[in-house]
Nanobody, 111 residues
Framework: QVQLVESGGGLVQPGGSLRLSCAAS????????MGWYRQAPGKGREFVAI???????LYSDSAKGRFTISRDNATNTLYLKMNNLKPEDTAIYYC?????WGQGTQVTVSS
């Protein structure tokens, strides 16, 4: 059974940084895409970034230039390094693989 466990969220001031992690288990992940999504209060879930199994990456316009997605296939871990965080980045961040979702990790950007 696939399990995804996010961590690394928290409260950070505008302009600060965080690194999210997603520990995946239950199958091999080196042959699938892995991604990050987020859901802000009162809004739907939106795409943030994806790490393709062939090495490609794709970002939303809001994440481009500030966020970096990476993966370690040896440890089945997906990362999201977020720099220059803004209040509008406040959301629950979810890890996604195939049809599976983690429980999310809260990111709050506030002074």
């Amino acid at each position: 059974q696939v399990q995804l466990v996010e961590s690394g969220g928290g409260l950070v001031q505008p302009g600060g940084s965080l690194r999210l992690s997603c520990a995946a288990s239950g199958r091999t992940f080196s042959d699938v895409n892995m991604g990050w999504y987020r859901q802000a209060p009162g809004k739907g879930r939106e795409f943030v970034a994806i790490s393709g199994y062939l090495g490609t990456t794709l970002y939303s316009d809001s994440a481009k230039g500030r966020f970096t997605i990476s993966r370690d296939n040896a440890t089945n871990t997906l990362y999201l390094k977020m720099n220059n965080l803004k209040p509008e980045d406040t959301a629950i961040y979810y890890c996604n693989v195939l049809q599976y979702w983690g429980q999310g990790t809260q990111v709050t950007v506030s002074s």
